[in-house]
């Protein structure tokens, strides 16, 4: 399976700010994801990350708050904007297997907390 | 569109013992269900799946079992050990558009604590 990396790791913002995470794979693949996972929660789908083109948003989801980039076939960044404290989670990269057989494989996560 | 339930919540068992978790979903055009281990501070780690032409897959400890009729499917560990503490995760999904890509939808989660 591909190694996945984020950055940062976790990170404490103030209300009002932005952050942006990064999800690094050291090979390419054709799908990314990005996911929620709120604090003893569950796992959400985000969006998914389209290389060349715009984020596909799931329901309840938006590009103003959640803008997304893939600029290639092993980057994506995500970005939480105009944070509040309801943000604090953790997100989480996702990406499938080559194999087009529909595995999954996550990064680490980025624990983020908002005051 | 898909809802995935997952039960119980939190199970605690003796070394050694089974663990057995179990999972419901709702669309039937589902086929395809993974199972996720998320230790503390780290990212779910995908440790077992099974396909909907298959009844049961077995790795090592681990088993998965699935009852399309039923539209649930279980997780087994045998021979529980306390590196099996963790929360485990199942999900559902389709490929609607035959593209290789599967959307996920999760359980909610089962805490497994393992005692020495």
């Known amino acids: 399976s591909a190694v996945i990396s984020q950055k940062p790791s976790r990170d404490i913002c103030q209300r009002g700010t932005s952050l942006t995470i990064q999800c690094q794979v050291d090979s390419q693949v054709t799908m990314m994801f990005w996911y929620r996972q709120q604090p003893g929660q569950s796992l959400t789908l985000i969006a998914t990350a389209n290389q060349g083109s715009e984020a596909t948003y799931e329901s309840g989801f938006v590009i103003d708050k959640f803008p997304i980039s893939r600029p290639n076939l092993t980057f994506s960044t995500l970005t939480v904007s105009n944070m509040s404290p309801e943000d604090s989670s953790i997100y989480l990269c996702s990406v499938d297997s080559t194999s087009l057989l529909g595995e999954q494989f996550f990064g680490p996560g980025t624990r983020l907390t908002v005051l | ?116």
């Open chain 2, 1 to 116: 569109g898909e809802n995935v339930e997952q039960h119980p919540s939190t199970l605690s068992v003796q070394e050694g013992d089974s663990a057995v978790i179990k999972c419901t979903y709702s669309d039937s055009a589902s086929n395809y269900f993974p199972w996720y281990k998320q230790e503390l501070g780290k990212g779910p780690q995908l440790i077992i799946d099974i396909r909907s032409n298959v009844g049961e897959k077995k790795d090592q400890r681990i088993a998965v079992t699935l009852n399309k009729t039923a539209k649930h499917f279980s997780l087994h560990i045998t021979e529980t050990q306390p590196e099996d503490s963790a929360v485990y995760f199942c999900a559902a999904s389709t490929d609607p558009l035959n593209t290789g890509f599967q959307k996920l939808v999760f359980g909610t989660g089962t805490r497994l604590l393992v005692s020495p």
